[in-house]
Structures are given as structure tokens and as C-alpha cells.
């Protein structure tokens, strides 16, 4: 249909793979569509602005070290979930190294808060766990996105935008363009599709 393709590329365990064996292309993927949410779940653990660029750095290393040790070997476990803890953990070795060292800005209390507020990188109360899962996969999809937003034309990704990204219902996303429902999820599952093909099940 116009612009949209459908030609599946890789999906996300070869482009781990790809990725475990230094594939520059694989690599600068991979950190493309996790950079901003483990800005984000920086930003929620305390981490100054000025220190979170350090933060990130740290958290890619320890990543691709880690890399081949990853696994989803039970229900539930999530390439998401592992990176999110690799975060908590680098963002404690942080403040921990830079301990008694002068600060850019906030002194001691910024450090106490960025310690006592890193714990928020801990599994998520079930009170609190929907309202972060919608967040955190907000910014993925950010990133993930414009890996395939050229694919398709602009009413079906503004349809699929304002559903996934904006939150809205389907039937407000249809009165908004003068459409049915079942159009504007078709237009929602038709971008989802080629996201799962293309990062797979990294949008798990």
C-alpha cells in the first residue's frame, strides 16, 4: 500500500547475535533504541543531568560484556529486564566511585538523593508496574520507530502514533480521522508487524 513495505529483516535474536560478535551495524542498533530508555531510567534513579552521558557510557560497557551471558530462559525474562538491572547496577557503582568527589551542582544532597533514589530501579510495585511499563515502552518505541517510519505513509503512522505512542483508544484515534475502529487497528497492527520484524523480541 503506497510506501509500506513488508520485506522482514532481522529479527532480534540475530541482531543479539550480530551484536555478540562486534557487528558494528548490529551494535549501534542495539544502543539506538535502548540509549534514550536507559536515559530515562537514569533520570528516575536521580542521576544529575551532567553525569547521566557517564551513567550511559558505563551501562553500554557492562552491556557488551555481559552480552553473551544473556539468556531467556524463564517466563518472563526480557532482554528490557536484564538491562534495566545492568542500569540500577551502574548508576550505584557511579555514585559509589564518585564518592567525596566534587560535585557540578547539588553537593552532598544530590548525591544522597541520586543513592536513596537509585532503589526506584527495582522492579516496579504491581501499583506502580502498569503505569511504568506504559512509560518505559513509550520510550522505546521512540527510538524503535524510526528504524521503519519512512515504510509508511503518514495517515497510517499518525493512526498508529496517536494508539501506541500518545495512548489513546482506538475509537477516539477513528472519530479523530474520520475512519472506522477497525481501520485505525489495522493501521496500529500493520506498524507493530514490521516493528516485530525488525527488533522482535526486544519489543518484549
Known sequence: MGGEQQNGQLTSLSLIQRARSNDPQAWAKVTGLYRGLVRYWCRQAGCPDAEIEDVEQEVFAAMSAGLAKFRKDRPGDSFRGWLRAITRNQVLMHHRRNRGRPRS???????????????????????????????????????????????????????????????????????????????????????LRRLKQEVGELLE
Open 105 to 191: 551542582a547539588g553537593g552532598s544532597d544530590a548525591l544522597a538523593q541520586m543513592h536513596d533514589l537509585a532503589d526506584t530501579l527495582a522492579e516496579p510495585s504491581a501499583a506502580e508496574s502498569a503505569e511504568a511499563e506504559l512509560a518505559e515502552m513509550s520510550e522505546f518505541y521512540r527510538s524503535a520507530v524510526d528504524l521503519v517510519r519512512g515504510e509508511f505513509e503518514d495517515r497510517t503512522w499518525q493512526m498508529f502514533w496517536r494508539t501506541v505512542i500518545d495512548g489513546r483508544s482506538t475509537a477516539g484515534v477513528a472519530e479523530e480521522f474520520n475512519t472506522t475502529a477497525a481501520a485505525a487497528r489495522q493501521a496500529k497492527s500493520r506498524v
